[in-house]
C-alpha cells in the first residue's frame, strides 16, 4: 500500500489550519470580558436612541395625518355648507317663480331641493370620510409587524 505524500501534506496542513482557529477562538475574550459589556452597552443605547426616535417620528407623522383628515372634515362640511347656501338660494328662487303655481306644487319643488342638496351632503361627507378610512387602513397596514 503507498500512501500519497502531497495528501499527507495536505492533511498537516489542515490539520494545522484547524489547530490556529482553535487557538484564535481559546484568545477570543469571553462574554464577561469588560470591553465586551461595554460594547453591548453601547449597542444597546445605540438601540433604545433608535427605538425613541423612530417613535417620535411616528408620532409626529400621527399627528400630521390627523391634521390632515381634519381639514378634509372641515372642508368637506364647508363644502356641504356652500352647496346647502346654494340650494337654498335655488330654493328661495323657486319658490318666487312658485308662488303663481300651485300651493302643493310649490312645496314639492322645494322639497325635492332640499332632499337634493341633503343627498349631496350626505355624498360628499361619506366620499370624505371614505379617503380618511382608506388612508387610516394604510397607516394600520404599515404600522404591523411582518411576519416571516
Known sequence: MSYNPDFRERQAA???AKAALLE??????????AQIKLREAERRQIVEARKARAAELEAARIVREQAVAEEAAR??????????AAAEAT???????AEEADATARLKAEEEARIAAEQ?????????ARKVAKK???QEQKERPRSR
Open 75 to 84: 372642508k368637506a362640511e364647508r363644502r356641504a355648507a356652500e352647496e346647502c
Open 24 to 33: 484564535k477562538f481559546r484568545a477570543a475574550p469571553g462574554p464577561d470580558d
Open 91 to 97: 330654493e328661495r328662487a323657486a319658490r318666487a317663480a
Open 120 to 128: 349631496k351632503a350626505a355624498r360628499d361627507a361619506r366620499y370624505a
Open 14 to 16: 489542515s490539520a494545522k
Open 136 to 138: 387610516h387602513r394604510r
